[in-house]
């Protein structure tokens, strides 16, 4: 089955303990990206990778880390969780289409709560 | 002026109505064009895209207006199951997607 997994899907932890969620896609999908939402805020991007060993920032990448180290898996790193950081998060993958962004398929999300 | 405009909602409506959402964008060059639909606390998922000519899939209809920058949901025949939020999504260039906030609608029997 085609699909996005991200892992773990809750988490509470405490401010300033690292902690990684784990993304892999398996339909061979060039780019990768997370999002978090936010009520009243919508879907905001973090980080997004058109391809292996290429990141770029989204709109809201500071407290976050990225690697896409292989073309399946995009990590989401927090290297000192602050409480601001709460949220529902979003891996997401994505064909490209001459080369550009195309229809994004989502993993179910991952609420973390950080106290 | 954000990128992606959608009316909040909710938009409340029996079963059976027909219900339109319209979404703006100010990127004259966007290309490609989507609607999600995202359940409470779900992930979104790919209603349909959104072609220049406008495209039906059952009962939802899809429109493009270049020259007034937005386009439509509309959705016939309401159902209970409808009930969701719709995101409207434009691309930015080569490697983004906007994501609207999204509208709610709610059908009631």
């Known amino acids: 089955e085609a699909q996005v997994t991200q892992n773990p899907r809750y988490l509470i932890t405490v401010t300033g303990k690292k902690l990684t969620v784990t993304c892999s896609q398996n339909?061979?999908?060039?780019?990768m990206s997370w999002y978090r939402q936010d009520p009243g805020l919508g879907l905001r991007q973090i980080y997004y990778?058109?391809?292996?060993?290429?990141?770029d920032k989204g709109d809201v990448p500071e407290g976050y880390k990225v690697s896409r180290k292989e073309k399946r898996n995009f990590p989401l790193i927090l290297e000192s969780p602050s409480p601001n950081q709460t949220s529902l998060y979003f891996c997401?993958?994505?064909?490209?289409?001459?080369?550009?962004?195309?229809?994004?398929?989502f993993g179910p999300g991952t609420r973390l709560t950080v106290t | 002026r954000k990128e992606v405009e959608q009316d909040p909602g909710p938009f409340n409506v029996p079963e059976g109505a027909t219900v339109a959402f319209n979404c703006t964008y100010s990127?004259?060059?966007?290309?490609?064009f989507f609607w999600y639909r995202q359940d409470c606390r779900k992930e979104p998922k790919l209603l349909m895209s959104?072609?220049?000519s406008g495209n039906e899939d059952g009962r939802f209809t899809a429109q493009l207006n270049r020259a007034s920058q937005y386009i439509s949901l509309l959705i016939r025949d309401s159902k209970l199951s409808d009930s969701a939020t719709y995101l409207c999504?434009?691309?930015?260039?080569?490697?983004?997607?906007?994501f609207g906030t999204g509208t709610r609608l709610q059908v009631f029997p």
């Open positions: 990127n004259s060059a966007s290309q490609s």
């Open positions: 959104v072609y220049s």
């Open positions: 990778s058109m391809n292996v060993e290429v990141t």
């Open positions: 997401a993958s994505s064909p490209t289409v001459r080369g550009a962004v195309d229809e994004q398929y």
């Open positions: 339909m061979n999908h060039e780019y």
């Open positions: 999504v434009v691309n930015i260039g080569t490697d983004k997607l906007i």
